[in-house]
């Protein structure tokens, strides 16, 4: 059974610094793409950014310059690193990865969430 176990959340004032992190454990063959998305109180959840297995990133429009996803793959572990924070970006963020159990048949799996508030 595959685990994705998210650490690093939580209350940090406007301008400061988080990282988060994601770990993905259980029965792994290979990990393709690996990434976070967010969802605020009353909205949809949204993509952040999303790193591939050979390191090529995309990130949404509004963390562009401020947001930095990166990957350890002998760890099978996700980051991002998140700088100038503003309240807008107050979520429970999620780590999302698809990773293939057996042989080469990728199923999408999710963390738990961890909850970041950017407040003064």
């Known amino acids: 059974q595959v685990q994705l176990v998210e650490s690093g959340g939580g209350l940090v004032q406007p301008g400061g610094s988080l990282r988060l992190s994601c770990a993905a454990s259980?029965?792994?063959?290979?990990?393709?793409?690996m990434g976070w998305y967010r969802q605020a109180p009353g909205k949809q959840r949204e993509l952040v950014a999303v790193i591939t297995s050979g390191g090529s990133t995309t990130y949404a429009d509004s963390v562009k310059g401020r947001f930095t996803i990166s990957r350890d793959n002998a760890k099978n572990t996700v980051y991002l690193h998140m700088n100038s924070l503003k309240p807008d970006d107050t979520a429970v963020y999620y780590c999302?990865?698809?990773?293939?159990?057996?042989?080469?048949?990728?199923?999408?799996?999710w963390g738990q969430g961890t909850h970041v508030t950017v407040s003064a």
């Open positions: 259980g029965r792994i063959f290979s990990i393709h793409d």
């Open positions: 999302y990865a698809e990773i293939a159990p057996v042989g080469f048949f990728f199923a999408g799996y």
